[in-house]
């Protein structure tokens, strides 16, 4: 089992740090769109922000009540009651802070471990309550973040005006974006029986993978959107609709109740629609081929509607440009993917086993049971 490392810790508050920041450009922004009578733009990115906020909260109480399954129901109540004030992934972050903390620094030091909080079992700690974090930040980059730089893009596109505020948002999107995606593979990593360390390398090739062809997508939409905003929010939902078919076909195990189980193959199905996730933990060379095939086909079909809808355009220098930095993008991407799966990727997945019962110690709480849920989350 891979150890929760200083970098780790230090990582993990950089991480909180960025949550917090991403909150307050959010409102910011949204609060600019409002005072420049933008109010359709106001209400969409506050929208996007409860959204990707309120599936978080109910993902996360559901974890809770399932690892505190038999604890006292007063506590529960009092998690619920944070998680309705849309502040459950503090107690995420305070749990994590703690466990990382013990582990990263204190694990060395006898006086701090007991004989029921042996060091593996500390480490385990700080790493699920990490592992849930990533989970849930994978949640909101593709129901919020992903969606705001859209919504940023566009609107530069659109009305060609150069705001410091829609720069700080996209800045901040692409950050999001990029340490959620690398979080998540950390973790992945990590939930992975005699793995190596997640490294400098495959962390570069397999951020630069991601971020490049999710820009040049979004890009691409931008553009069919600019042309008919109608046509691309058709494509989105019939995207939409093929990837929460193919995740009910995939037979998803990850939540115990029905409705959590269909409340989560919606958001893969959205996840599906920006990037490629293999949710079943099996062998994707076919079927990731096939997405980024049609994304590529999707990707030139808008470029050629350009070209033969309004041919004038193609002498503008912003459509010369936004055409290089789409194909460009799109194949640097491919080409990164390509490199990243056959020199850098994870091969072999957790076996399916029992879930691991953890009891926890500290006297005066009753027994906790720990569940490994990534073992059936969304796999790379």
Same mark, same amino acid.
């Given at each position: 089992?891979?150890?929760?490392?200083?970098?780790?810790?230090?990582?993990?508050?950089?991480?909180?740090?960025?949550?917090?920041?991403?909150?307050?450009?959010?409102?910011?922004?949204?609060?600019?769109?409002?005072?420049?009578? !933008? &109010?359709?733009?106001? $209400?969409?990115?506050? %929208?996007?922000?409860?959204? @990707?906020?309120?599936?978080? +909260? /109910?993902?996360?109480?559901?974890?809770?009540?399932?690892?505190?399954?038999?604890?006292?129901?007063?506590?529960?109540?009092?998690?619920?009651?944070?998680?309705?004030?849309?502040?459950?992934?503090?107690?995420?972050?305070?749990?994590?802070?703690?466990?990382?903390?013990?582990?990263?620094?204190?694990?060395?030091?006898?006086?701090?471990?007991?004989?029921?909080?042996?060091?593996?079992?500390?480490?385990?700690?700080?790493?699920?309550?990490?592992?849930?974090?990533?989970?849930?930040?994978?949640?909101?980059?593709?129901?919020?973040?992903?969606?705001?730089?859209?919504?940023?893009?566009?609107?530069?596109?659109?009305?060609?005006?150069?705001?410091?505020? !829609? &720069?700080?948002?996209? $800045?901040?999107?692409? %950050?999001?974006?990029?340490? @959620?995606?690398?979080?998540? +593979? /950390?973790?992945?990593?990590?939930?992975?029986?005699?793995?190596?360390?997640?490294?400098?390398?495959?962390?570069?090739?397999?951020?630069?993978?991601?971020?490049?062809?999710?820009?040049?997508?979004?890009?691409?939409?931008?553009?069919?959107?600019?042309?008919?905003?109608?046509?691309?929010?058709?494509?989105?939902?019939?995207?939409?609709?093929?990837?929460?078919?193919?995740?009910?076909?995939?037979?998803?195990?990850?939540?115990?109740?029905?409705?959590?189980?269909?409340?989560?193959?919606?958001?893969?199905?959205?996840?599906?629609?920006?990037?490629?996730?293999?949710?079943?933990?099996?062998?994707?060379?076919?079927?990731?081929?096939?997405?980024?095939?049609?994304?590529?086909?999707?990707?030139?079909?808008?470029?050629?509607?350009?070209?033969?809808?309004?041919?004038?355009? /193609?002498?503008?220098?912003?459509f010369i440009f936004l055409c290089i930095l789409?194909?460009?993008?799109?194949?640097?991407?491919?080409?990164?993917?390509?490199?990243?799966?056959?020199?850098?990727?994870?091969?072999?997945?957790?076996?399916?086993?029992?879930?691991?019962?953890?009891?926890?110690?500290?006297?005066?709480?009753?027994?906790?049971?720990?569940?490994?849920?990534?073992?059936?989350?969304?796999?790379?």
């Amino acid at each position: 089992m891979m150890k929760f490392t200083k970098q780790n810790f230090c990582f993990l508050v950089g991480g909180i740090i960025i949550y917090v920041v991403d909150i307050g450009v959010d409102f910011w922004v949204a609060r600019k769109y409002f005072c420049q009578e !933008q &109010y359709f733009w106001s $209400i969409s990115i506050l %929208c996007f922000r409860g959204l @990707s906020s309120s599936v978080t +909260q /109910i993902f996360s109480y559901e974890w809770f009540k399932n690892d505190w399954e038999g604890t006292d129901t007063g506590v529960l109540k009092w998690i619920f009651l944070v998680h309705l004030f849309q502040c459950g992934i503090f107690i995420r972050y305070w749990f994590a802070l703690k466990y990382g903390c013990q582990a990263a620094f204190k694990q060395n030091s006898s006086r701090d471990v007991s004989e029921a909080d042996p060091p593996n079992f500390i480490q385990k700690q700080a790493i699920d309550a990490v592992t849930d974090i990533n989970m849930l930040r994978i949640f909101k980059t593709f129901l919020e973040t992903t969606p705001q730089l859209f919504i940023q893009i566009y609107i530069l596109l659109e009305h060609g005006k150069n705001n410091f505020y !829609q &720069y700080a948002a996209i $800045i901040m999107s692409f %950050c999001g974006i990029s340490i @959620s995606m690398v979080d998540y +593979q /950390i973790s992945l990593r990590k939930s992975l029986p005699d793995k190596d360390e997640f490294c400098m390398l495959p962390k570069l090739v397999y951020l630069s993978y991601k971020l490049l062809t999710i820009t040049s997508w979004i890009v691409s939409i931008s553009l069919i959107t600019l042309l008919s905003v109608k046509s691309s929010v058709v494509l989105l939902i019939f995207l939409w609709i093929c990837g929460f078919i193919w995740t009910l076909k995939q037979h998803t195990t990850f939540c115990k109740s029905k409705k959590m189980e269909y409340l989560y193959r919606t958001v893969v199905g959205v996840v599906l629609v920006f990037t490629f996730f293999n949710i079943k933990g099996r062998k994707t060379k076919f079927y990731i081929s096939i997405y980024y095939a049609t994304h590529t086909v999707v990707t030139l079909g808008i470029l050629f509607v350009y070209i033969f809808w309004k041919p004038s355009i /193609i002498e503008e220098i912003r459509f010369i440009f936004l055409c290089i930095l789409t194909i460009l993008s799109l194949v640097l991407g491919i080409i990164f993917l390509v490199v990243y799966y056959r020199c850098f990727h994870a091969t072999a997945y957790c076996k399916p086993q029992a879930c691991l019962d953890e009891v926890d110690g500290e006297a005066g709480q009753k027994d906790r049971v720990e569940i490994d849920r990534f073992k059936n989350f969304i796999m790379q």
